[in-house]
């Protein structure tokens, strides 16, 4: 007896199964859902938020990595908030929620995730990508000498020049008979005009 189906090398595989496997697995990601890709910096921590209906609050929730759900290895579970090295789970069933939080990122940890609704039958899935971004690498370059005095020289002029904008008018006047009073720095030497 021959059945129709669509033949894939050497397999002959129904139509109709392909088709209820895709549906099922569609309908599932409705009843759980959580954010497609979340980025943690390195050394720090993330939270990821798994929201599930509320007639799943009684099922088991789980966290597993690897690029293949069938052959994820399991991180962190419930039933209660539970850790485990650099990982915790908790459930709040109030909210249908279950938040997963991994602390001291790695490098190592950017994978693929899984949250997880554990119950009789096919569980219920969704995937997380989890990037781990690089820290910024600042670099201080010191001072040289020479800059210091410049710096030194512009401060000091800046200065003189303000003490001038207080006296209304005249700033850049002053009467015959009286010397300004001005000190500058050269290379750490101080000089008078």
């Not at 109030?94 to 939080?101: D, E, K, M, N």
């Amino acid at each position: 007896m021959k059945t129709s189906g669509i033949s894939f090398g050497f397999f002959n595989v129904p139509i109709l199964c392909l088709f209820w496997l895709r549906a099922e697995h569609s309908v599932d990601s409705v009843r759980l859902s959580a954010p497609e890709v979340v980025t943690g910096a390195y050394g720090g921590s993330l939270t990821v938020p798994c929201q599930y209906g509320h007639k799943y609050r009684k099922y088991t929730k789980y966290w597993c990595r690897g690029p293949i759900y069938e052959l994820c290895d399991i991180v962190v579970k419930t039933p209660r908030v539970r850790s485990s090295d650099r990982s915790s789970i908790a459930d709040d069933k109030r909210a249908g929620v279950f938040t997963v939080t991994m602390s001291s990122l790695r490098e190592s940890d950017e994978d693929t995730y899984w949250c997880v609704l554990a119950r009789r039958g096919r569980n219920i899935y969704t995937g997380v990508r989890i990037h781990v971004s690089q820290p910024a690498i600042t670099t201080t370059t010191p001072t040289t000498i020479l800059e210091r005095y410049e710096m030194s020289w512009w401060a000091t002029l800046l200065a003189v020049w303000a003490q001038r904008l207080t006296v209304p008018d005249r700033w850049c006047q002053r009467p015959a008979k009286q010397k300004a009073n001005v000190s500058y720095h050269i290379y750490g030497e101080r000089h008078r005009s």
